[in-house]
């Protein structure tokens, strides 16, 4: 959190952002329904940190849906995924399935990854909820 602390100081941008060190899955305590415009998840485990403790399917599945409901109409919902980790497999295909029924519910779904690498690569997946129609 520091270096990112720094770049929003140099920025100028500090006293937008507030930072809290806990589960996604608590976002709904630290938003209201309806109230943001993008929520991007960075799955896996903290670069620089112990690689024990990653993110899990379950408590990933109940942030993206705790999230759906935060996002305005017409927002964004993204997600890296890293399959190429102890746990990161079972977790992106977790997601990856998540965010394809989004598309049965009018949502515009789109996944972005390198294709013919060694190992798995890690890859991005974006939806955004559908608009109010007047």
Partial sequence: MAAT???LATAGLQAR????LESHAFM???????SV???????GYLPGNTHELITEPGGTLEGLICAMGLLKP???????CYPGHPGGAAEAA???????ALAARDWRVARYGA????????????????????
């Avoid at 952002?17 to 809290?20: D, G």
């Avoid at 709904?28 to 309806?34: C, I, L, P, S, Y």
């Avoid at 977790?94 to 965010?99: C, M």
């Fill in 28 to 34: 709904g305590t630290r938003a209201a329904v309806g």
């Fill in 37 to 43: 415009a993008v929520v991007m998840f960075n799955l």
């Fill in 94 to 100: 977790a997601v990856e399935h998540w965010f394809a």
């Fill in 17 to 20: 952002v507030e930072f809290f």
């Fill in 115 to 134: 294709i013919a690498t060694r190992r798995p690569a890690p890859f991005l997946l974006l939806g955004r909820k559908p608009a109010l129609i007047c």
């Fill in 5 to 7: 602390r720094a770049r």
């Fill in 74 to 80: 017409g927002g964004m919902l993204t997600a890296v």
